[in-house]
């Protein structure tokens, strides 16, 4: 497997424990387990930043003069990427509209 690949499944693992934390978090507020819910989504958080560096390290080597080469894998992995981030931005929100809902 060669560098390239590497990261893009690094960024597809990272995300997508960035993603299942939001989840459970979003999921936490649901039972209004708030402290539970805010280091879950601090947690999520972390692993998006891993993976969010991993794709501006192909981003900095394309920049270099590196061929970067398009693949199934590096475009599952962006979409991951965007995708968890979306997610995760909604789920921040969402949490916020449950404390708004339950402090009634």
Same mark, same amino acid.
């Given at each position: ?41 601090? %947690?999520?958080? =972390? ?5 969010? +560096? #991993?794709?501006?390290? *192909?981003?900095?080597? !394309?920049?270099?003069? %590196?061929?970067? =080469? ?5 475009? +599952? #992995?962006?979409?991951? *990427?965007?995708?968890? !981030? ?5 789920? =921040? ?12």
């Amino acid at each position: 497997m060669e560098g390239i690949e590497l990261t893009a499944f690094s960024i597809i693992s990272n995300v997508g424990m960035a993603k299942s934390l939001a989840i459970e978090a979003l999921r936490d507020a649901r039972e209004g387990k708030y402290n539970e819910a805010e280091k879950k989504m601090a %947690e999520a958080s =972390e692993y998006f930043v891993k993976g969010h +560096h #991993a794709h501006t390290s *192909l981003i900095q080597k !394309e920049a270099a003069g %590196e061929k970067v =080469e398009l693949s199934l894998i590096i475009m +599952h #992995a962006e979409d991951q *990427l965007m995708s968890t !981030e979306t997610t995760k931005l909604l789920i =921040e929100e969402m949490i916020e509209m449950f404390k708004q809902l339950n402090n009634k």
